[in-house]
């Protein structure tokens, strides 16, 4: 696998469970591109449980696998969001989310517990989903008039592009991704059309 065109990350959300001494970690897992995207899975999670006493987690994003943090939301200092992001990491995983919710039974588990419950819930919730290698994308946010929009869209599907967030109206939006290999060619072409306007967000 070429670490410059292809990553491992997860399919769909999965989920983990792990027990000790009455407190149940319910660990969640889940494909993820960007810190707002990680707020609003860390936010639904929540909503989902509002009896639990912690929410910790970990993310890694970029090809590079980079950009990354951990979270113990109140649990002692590198007992959950650390071994959290070891298993990310010890699956090689980028692009990845994963949080672990804590019902607490009663019982402390001491750092050493916490560890080894938060570890065992991430690795469950990863192993009980589906790892796949995914190509790696250049990223681009485009707008345009409304008359363009046949001509855009017909090239857009003839090469077969990812679209993502479109929004057409009096001034068109979308958001698509291109082949690491068809980046020039296609946006030297785009930007043919008069009222186009284009963003690089990135390559992930």
Same mark, same amino acid.
């Given at each position: 696998m070429s670490s410059n065109? %292809?990553?491992l990350t997860l399919k769909d959300q999965s989920?983990?469970?792990? &027990?000790? &001494?009455?407190? &149940?970690?319910?660990?969640?897992?889940?494909?993820?591109? /960007?810190?707002?995207e990680a707020k609003k899975y860390i936010k639904k999670w929540r909503d989902e449980h509002p009896q639990s006493r912690h929410?910790?987690?970990a993310y890694r994003f970029g090809v590079d696998k980079k950009k990354y943090r951990t979270n113990d939301d109140g649990e002692p200092s590198n007992? *959950?969001?650390?071994p959290? =992001?070891?298993?990310?990491?010890?699956?090689?995983?980028?692009n990845v989310l994963i949080g672990v919710i804590r019902y607490f039974g009663g019982t402390k588990l001491g750092v050493g517990g916490l560890i080894t419950a938060y570890r065992a *819930?991430?690795?469950e919730s990863i192993e009980n989903g589906e790892v796949v290698e995914q190509e790696v994308y250049n990223w681009?946010?485009? /707008? !345009?008039?409304?008359?363009?929009?046949?001509?855009?869209?017909?090239?857009? %599907? @003839?090469?077969? +592009?990812? +679209?993502? @967030? %479109?929004? !057409? $109206?009096? /001034?068109? $939006? +979308?958001? !698509?991704a291109i082949n690491l290999d068809e980046t020039h060619t296609i946006i030297d072409r =785009? %930007?043919?059309?008069?009222?186009?306007?284009?963003?690089? =967000?990135?390559?992930?």
């Open positions: 065109s %292809k990553y989920e983990g469970l792990y &027990k000790e &001494k009455g407190s &149940k970690f319910i660990g969640f897992a889940v494909a993820c591109y /960007s810190e707002a929410l910790c987690y007992s *959950a969001g650390a959290i =992001l070891g298993q990310i990491e010890s699956f090689d995983l980028t *819930a991430a690795r681009y946010k485009m /707008s !345009f008039d409304y008359a363009d929009m046949p001509h855009v869209m017909n090239y857009i %599907k @003839n090469k077969n +592009l990812r +679209l993502d @967030n %479109k929004r !057409f $109206e009096e /001034s068109c $939006e +979308l958001t !698509f =785009l %930007k043919e059309f008069n009222s186009m306007n284009l963003i690089d =967000l990135g390559v992930y």
